[in-house]
């Protein structure tokens, strides 16, 4: 990881220490550092408005299936990847309904599917969060991830 990154760590762990931290906070955790690009801001980002706006925090997170938060990075991945090869995709939702979600989707009321970059970013948002998921479970010695599918 780079300094900037190991200092932009830092910062987001001491400002969630104390608890959520203000999004005035958050937002100067996040621009506070001179990302090559703004991919990293960007996935970081769509992350914490996942947790603080929506309030898909860890505890939330443990109470689906270890495999819900993959697939529904997969399905914008897929959804992403149909539109860089110059597909349609999936349909944008419509005065707040989501659109008809695809197969691996796990939750029917939540795609909201995007431009290809912007389905990219919510994908890796997604995985930092199976992937805390898993930290979360490899520390609880009783907590052992189910079989793909499995619910």
């Known amino acids: 990881m780079s300094r900037a990154g190991d200092a932009a760590s830092l910062t987001i762990h001491r400002l969630w220490a104390d608890g959520r931290p203000t999004d005035t906070d958050t ?15 960007d996935v970081l980002g769509e992350r914490l408005d996942q947790i603080f706006r929506h309030g898909f925090d860890a505890d939330h997170d443990r109470a689906h299936p270890p495999t819900d938060l993959p697939l529904a990075a997969l399905t914008y991945l897929e959804d992403a990847l149909t539109k860089l090869h110059g597909g349609e995709g999936y349909t944008a939702p419509i005065l707040g309904t ?54």
Do not use: H
């Open 27 to 41: 937002i100067g955790a996040i621009y506070e550092f001179q990302f090559s690009n703004g991919a990293l801001a």
């Open 98 to 151: 989501a659109a008809e979600a695809p197969a691996p989707w796990p939750w029917r009321d939540l795609f909201r599917p995007a431009d290809a970059r912007t389905n990219m970013v919510k994908a890796c948002a997604l995985l930092l969060g199976a992937i805390d998921r898993l930290d979360s479970a490899a520390a609880e010695p009783d907590t052992a991830p189910c079989a793909y599918g499995a619910r």
